[in-house]
């Protein structure tokens, strides 16, 4: 399984998210997802919020283009971004 897939035009991200990191960044492969650092902690959902603005940041889209699908409260999440506009070089997405 890859660590993302597209669904149309949008974008669905296998992630594997490490909170309390010292800076926000894609860390490379963690298994079969893809592994991202943020500096937010894991509590009353700031981990998950930080998330979010940090992809639509980096995916060029509104915060609310990005739905977390599955694992809301687990470090392994799956994440929709609707209709990216563009794609962080570094992460290497073939696009549809």
Known sequence: MAWYEWQAE????????QPK???DEF???H???LKIRISAPP????????????????FG??????T???GELARKKRVKI???????????????
């Open 31 to 33: 298994g079969d997802s």
């Open 82 to 96: 609707e209709q990216p506009e563009t794609i962080p070089e570094s992460l290497n997405i073939e696009t549809p």
């Open 61 to 66: 889209v509104a915060k609310n283009a990005i």
């Open 27 to 29: 860390a490379g492969l």
């Open 43 to 58: 509590v009353d959902g700031k981990a998950n919020s930080h998330l979010i603005k940090f992809l639509a940041k980096q």
């Open 68 to 70: 977390i699908v599955k």
């Open 10 to 17: 949008d974008l669905i991200l296998h992630c594997h998210l």
């Open 21 to 23: 990191a010292s800076k």
